[in-house]
């Protein structure tokens, strides 16, 4: 890809932020891209206001820098547009950067916005809300509410499974009722949850599965609700996570769909890739080839989009 105007804006709170931005504009310019603006923002609140700018001045590349909430907080701005994201992956989980084959090295990530080869991939919708990852109730909502900046950066990948043993332990069961407006699936309610969850891509939490044959451009969002059963069989279950075949145990109940709408009593707040917004009831739907991104030239993404080309 070769833009014509480009802009580099990157979260210097996520947790390599600030030592990257100065590397990233050394690499970026050494690989000749035109750089048209750059922006090292200290304050996450402002990286929707900065995308929105850039993008309304008519940047056709946002190269972004940041973790998977900071592209989810963004996404609306680029959502059925022309503009292309480059992503320099510096958060702590970076699945949406695992589910593209986006290398979290800086340097290589740098030629893969250089060099790498433009994809549409599909976004998830929360209400109106876009998100690339997971949007989860119940403990999934709770885990975020625990972790903190400071234990990102005191405990990198290792701070998801700490906080979410220490949300494990003071979680309440709620109940909900899934509906599919397309009537794919009939209605089903549950007692006693642990989680409902509704996966766009294929990794979230560092590195785990949705399903185990979750995508990003299969056209399916894979919901998934989770009984509070036994501590003992929610640990057997751990093991699973990984691969996504959690979704074959007993007390896990799976379904693939376009839209699904979820109620739950009592109303819960809504974790969209590690950020907080909304609140059930809400529906939840598809919004195919959505985005624009670059990935590597030979990653899976880059030859799966080659195959749907007409």
């Not at 609306?76 to 992956?89: K, N, Q, Y």
């Not at 290398?103 to 893969?112: G, K």
């Not at 403990?139 to 990948?157: D, I, N, Y």
């Not at 989770?226 to 007993?250: C, N, Q, T, V």
Request: hydrophobic fraction near 40%; charged fraction near 20%; include cysteine.
């Amino acid at each position: 890809m070769r833009a014509q105007r480009s802009a580099l804006i990157v979260n210097t709170r996520s947790r390599t932020g600030e030592r990257a931005f100065f590397r990233a504009l050394d690499l970026l310019y050494s690989l000749n891209m035109p750089l048209g603006a750059t922006y090292a923002l200290r304050d996450p609140a402002r990286l929707p206001e900065t995308v929105r700018q850039a993008v309304a001045e008519g940047y056709d590349l946002i190269i972004l820098g940041g973790g998977d909430g900071s592209v989810s907080s963004v996404v609306d701005f680029l959502a059925g547009s022309e503009v292309v994201l480059g992503l320099l992956p510096l958060g702590t989980a970076n699945d949406f950067a695992r589910t593209l084959g986006i290398p979290t090295d800086l340097e290589r990530a740098c030629e893969t916005i250089a060099r790498g080869t433009v994809v549409d991939v599909d976004l998830g919708l929360a209400g109106e809300n876009y998100y690339v990852n997971v949007a989860s109730v119940g403990l999934g909502a709770e885990v975020t509410r625990t972790l903190s900046p400071r234990m990102k950066r005191a405990a990198g990948a290792l701070a998801y499974p700490l906080a979410a043993i220490k949300a494990f332990l003071s979680h309440k069961p709620f109940s909900a009722t899934l509906t599919f407006p397309d009537s794919d699936h009939p209605p089903a309610t549950f007692e006693r949850l642990l989680q409902v969850a509704v996966g766009n891509g294929r990794f979230y939490g560092g590195g785990m599965a949705v399903a185990p044959d979750a995508g990003i451009d299969d056209r399916t969002l894979d919901v998934y609700a989770i009984e509070m059963g036994r501590p003992r069989d929610l640990i057997g279950m751990a093991r699973y996570l990984k691969s996504g075949d959690f979704i074959r145990r007993e007390g896990v109940h799976y379904y693939g769909t376009a839209r699904v709408r979820i109620e739950t009593d009592p109303p819960l707040r809504i974790n969209i890739d590690g950020e907080l917004v909304n609140q059930t009831p809400e529906l939840f739907s598809l919004a195919p080839e959505a985005l624009n991104v670059l990935v590597p030239e030979g990653s899976a993404a880059a030859l799966q989009d080659a195959l749907e080309r007409p």
